[in-house]
């Protein structure tokens, strides 16, 4: 956690989606500093590296994996140099994800910007589940964490398919929850609210106005942290957490409780 307690995580391996900006990278930082081996695994290959040097800079250890989570060669391929590197998985995160370029009501939606969000938010977490699965079970089990969204549990006006998608990942996950709660891999969700990340400033045009709106509408007044999802990742992969079974744990400093 990021608090005193330490988890120990050494020996450990974690494979991380999306790792290369905003609430992968700062999970991935967060499971280096509890002892574990990182894959960082995202399209880009400049914030990869990046990541990977920030982990190495504290003393951790990484390893960069460019991967299009929609692509299951990529999948498979980053998945098989995590064992090749590492030797084992315990732990997923599987959070590469996109927000929709531009809001329009359902009868509006272009089918196209509908196929890419459920591609990458959705079929790429089931994707990258179907791959991990196996690797996890070869050891004996472990934890996975999907990324929903405030989006996944209640409707957003304008935004059909990344509500579809996000509702989605809970539904995905709680089955796969079922399917392997006997054979010991816990699969749990996170659901942010507004978290500070580069998709929020792309959002809000990261303009004071933009960013006052977003406030406007969390109870906690302020956007979250990347930080704080990390937090509830690596807890929910931790023992502390070994009751926790299909969860979707909101984070949203109150924004979907109104
Ligand atoms: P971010 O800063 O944009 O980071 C997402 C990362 O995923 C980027 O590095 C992006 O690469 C990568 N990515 C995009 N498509 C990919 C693909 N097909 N395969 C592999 N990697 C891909 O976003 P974030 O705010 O950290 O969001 C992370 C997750 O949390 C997303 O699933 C998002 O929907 C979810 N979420 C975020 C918020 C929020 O307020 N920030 C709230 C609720 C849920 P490029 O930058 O090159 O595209």
């Given at each position: 956690m990021t608090g005193n307690k330490k988890e120990n995580f050494t020996g450990k391996v974690a494979f991380i989606t999306g790792a290369a900006s905003g609430i992968g990278r700062a999970t991935a930082l967060a499971f280096a500093r509890?002892?574990?081996?990182?894959?960082?695994?995202?399209?880009?290959?400049?914030?990869?590296?990046?990541?990977?040097?920030?982990?190495?800079?504290?003393?951790?250890?990484?390893?960069?994996?460019?991967?299009?989570?929609?692509?299951?060669?990529?999948?498979?391929?980053?998945?098989?140099?995590?064992i090749d590197t590492f030797g084992r998985l315990d732990f997923a995160f599987n959070n590469a994800g996109i927000e929709p370029s531009k809001p329009a009501p359902t009868a509006e939606y272009e089918e196209e910007e509908w196929n890419r969000i459920i591609d990458i938010d959705l079929r790429g977490v089931f994707l990258c589940m179907k791959y991990e699965i196996p690797l996890i079970l070869k050891q004996g089990g472990g934890a996975i964490v999907n990324v929903s969204s405030g989006a996944g549990v209640i409707g957003i006006k304008g935004s059909p398919a990344y509500s579809a998608a996000k509702h989605g990942v809970i539904g995905l996950t709680r089955a796969a929850a079922l399917d392997y709660a006997a054979q010991n891999i816990r699969i749990n969700i996170v659901c942010p609210g507004y978290i500070d990340t580069p998709m929020m400033d792309r959002f809000t045009g990261d303009t004071p106005e933009g960013r006052a709106k977003v406030i406007a509408e969390e109870p906690a007044g302020r956007m979250g942290k990347p930080e704080e999802i990390a937090a509830a990742v690596i807890w929910l992969c931790s023992d502390a957490a070994a009751f926790m079974v299909g969860h979707a744990m909101v984070i949203d400093g109150g924004q979907t409780i109104q």
């Open positions: 509890e002892g574990a081996s990182v894959v960082v695994a995202d399209i880009s290959d400049q914030g990869n590296q990046d990541t990977v040097r920030i982990i190495e800079e504290r003393g951790g250890k990484a390893l960069a994996v460019r991967c299009d989570v929609t692509q299951t060669e990529d999948v498979k391929a980053a998945l098989n140099k995590t």
